[in-house]
């Protein structure tokens, strides 16, 4: 068996996520679902099957040297994703007991650690898990129809594992829901609303939504599946796209579900989110030199550059914050979406100045802030 040597890691745009760490406990995913673009590494690298090597990836979390964006983060101990590009409790776990070791070792050392699987029910039996767990199940707005067509009925029942969600919430774990991807074209906004209210009626506080990640590997698989890639591929663009999600904000404002939305852009700025993850999650240790946390607090008047841990690439951070990209989002392109919200912009603005010259402070920006209406608002009643 070969080992995965890249197990444990760090998002590349670990600038955009609060959760960039991450360990796969396998190469490959047995499910292989036909809208996952993680795949097209596989198809890339190889299918064979890889194993992590757990006790190298102990040795490596306890390390206490190096400089690089990972190192950083294992040393300020920061919530690790359990399950990033492969589901830790696919079919190999119960043979090779990877990620069950894996989970045992990071409750023993007390590390927070989401972990995100198909799989929540396999997860529990295997591991009993602990107080600095998370689960978070992946389940799509689709429900059975995307358990049939898109997971190839080789996980377990969406319903079985919101039940599950349920009983280890009242067990006293925490506990949330990945609805990603939202595919716009193929899902609906009534199959979105009837899983929030299945949801709510389990008890699960939130969720999480983005549109579909496409490359190629992606649309063939879904055009031979026989979806309307075309019509996918058009209502997956931002114009199409952002009316969607602000109904799908609406949705779960009106259910006060927390909905968890990486897509800091297209949300606009009047959308406050209500977790310190863009996964709808509220984790002990994120990190927070990103999007996700910029937003936050230049919608609190803050100074996003004061939140630098030394994670990262603060100069690229900087960028983003200062809007000066043309080739990927950055702060100043919320502002650009909203037809109103002038004083958001005095905000975003006097937010850069104070970063340059300490001429104003938080208290001042978050008066303005307040009198604006771009405060941190809960849910619709």
Same mark, same amino acid.
């Given at each position: /068996? *070969?080992?995965?040597?890249? $197990?444990?890691?760090?998002?590349?745009? /670990?600038?955009?996520?609060?959760?960039?760490?991450?360990?796969?406990?396998?190469?490959?995913?047995?499910?292989?679902? $036909?809208?996952?673009?993680?795949?097209?590494?596989?198809?890339?690298?190889?299918? #064979?099957?890889?194993?992590?090597?757990?006790? $190298?990836? *102990?040795?490596?979390?306890?390390?206490?040297?190096?400089?690089?964006?990972?190192?950083?983060?294992?040393?300020?101990?920061?919530?690790?994703?359990?399950?990033?590009? !492969? #589901? @830790?409790?696919?079919?190999?776990?119960?043979?090779?007991?990877?990620?069950?070791?894996?989970?045992?070792?990071?409750?023993?050392?007390?590390?927070?650690?989401?972990?995100?699987?198909?799989?929540?029910?396999?997860?529990?039996?295997?591991?009993?898990?602990?107080?600095?767990?998370?689960? /978070?199940?992946? +389940?799509?707005?689709?429900?059975?129809?995307?358990?049939?067509?898109?997971?190839?009925? %080789?996980?377990? *029942?969406?319903? %079985? %594992?919101?039940?599950?969600?349920?009983?280890?919430?009242?067990?006293?774990? %925490?506990?949330?829901?990945?609805?990603?991807?939202?595919?716009?074209?193929?899902?609906? &906004?009534?199959?979105?609303?009837?899983?929030?209210?299945?949801?709510?009626?389990?008890?699960?506080?939130?969720?999480?939504?983005?549109?579909?990640? /496409?490359?190629?590997?992606?649309?063939?698989?879904?055009?031979?599946?026989?979806?309307?890639?075309?019509? &996918?591929?058009?209502?997956?663009?931002?114009?199409?796209?952002?009316? &969607?999600?602000?109904?799908?904000? #609406? +949705?779960?404002?009106?259910?006060? &579900? +927390?909905?968890? =939305? @990486?897509?800091?852009?297209?949300?606009?700025?009047?959308?406050?989110?209500? !977790?310190?993850?863009? =996964?709808?999650?509220?984790?002990?240790? @994120? =990190?927070?030199?990103?999007?996700?946390?910029?937003?936050?607090?230049?919608?609190?008047?803050? !100074?996003?550059?004061?939140?630098?841990?030394?994670?990262?690439?603060?100069?690229?951070?900087?960028?983003?914050?200062?809007?000066?990209?043309?080739?990927?989002?950055?702060?100043?392109?919320?502002?650009?979406?909203?037809?109103?919200?002038?004083? =958001?912009?005095?905000?975003?603005?006097?937010?850069?100045?104070?970063?340059?010259?300490?001429?104003?402070?938080?208290?001042?920006?978050?008066?303005? $802030?307040?009198? !604006?209406?771009?405060?941190?608002?809960?849910?619709?009643?």
């Amino acid at each position: /068996m *070969k080992v995965y040597t890249s $197990a444990l890691g760090v998002r590349g745009d /670990m600038l955009y996520c609060p959760l960039p760490v991450s360990i796969d406990s396998y190469w490959t995913c047995e499910p292989n679902c $036909a809208h996952c673009f993680a795949r097209r590494l596989n198809r890339t690298w190889g299918w #064979d099957f890889r194993a992590a090597d757990v006790e $190298a990836v *102990k040795r490596k979390l306890l390390t206490k040297k190096g400089k690089s964006p990972l190192h950083r983060a294992l040393q300020l101990k920061k919530t690790i994703r359990l399950g990033s590009r !492969s #589901d @830790p409790f696919q079919d190999c776990e119960l043979k090779h007991k990877v990620s069950t070791e894996i989970v045992k070792f990071l409750v023993k050392k007390k590390w927070d650690v989401v972990i995100q699987t198909k799989f929540p029910r396999r997860a529990w039996e295997l591991t009993g898990l602990g107080e600095n767990c998370t689960v /978070m199940a992946v +389940i799509m707005p689709g429900l059975e129809k995307d358990w049939e067509i898109l997971e190839f009925k %080789r996980t377990e *029942k969406p319903i %079985r %594992r919101i039940k599950m969600l349920s009983y280890l919430q009242k067990k006293g774990f %925490r506990v949330g829901a990945n609805g990603e991807p939202f595919i716009p074209g193929y899902h609906t &906004i009534e199959q979105f609303e009837e899983t929030i209210k299945l949801l709510k009626e389990y008890g699960i506080k939130s969720y999480n939504t983005y549109n579909l990640h /496409m490359n190629d590997y992606v649309v063939k698989n879904l055009f031979n599946l026989g979806l309307d890639i075309e019509k &996918i591929w058009y209502m997956n663009q931002d114009e199409q796209w952002r009316p &969607i999600l602000r109904q799908l904000l #609406d +949705i779960c404002n009106k259910y006060d &579900i +927390i909905l968890g =939305c @990486p897509d800091f852009v297209n949300s606009g700025w009047e959308d406050v989110q209500r !977790s310190n993850t863009c =996964c709808g999650l509220d984790v002990k240790n @994120p =990190c927070t030199f990103n999007t996700h946390h910029f937003k936050l607090a230049v919608q609190k008047g803050e !100074s996003p550059l004061e939140l630098w841990e030394g994670i990262g690439k603060y100069e690229e951070g900087k960028t983003l914050v200062e809007g000066n990209l043309d080739n990927a989002y950055t702060l100043k392109d919320i502002v650009g979406n909203l037809g109103e919200g002038e004083l =958001c912009v005095e905000i975003f603005r006097d937010t850069k100045i104070s970063q340059q010259n300490n001429s104003r402070n938080a208290s001042t920006l978050s008066r303005k $802030a307040e009198s !604006s209406g771009c405060e941190r608002k809960g849910p619709k009643k």
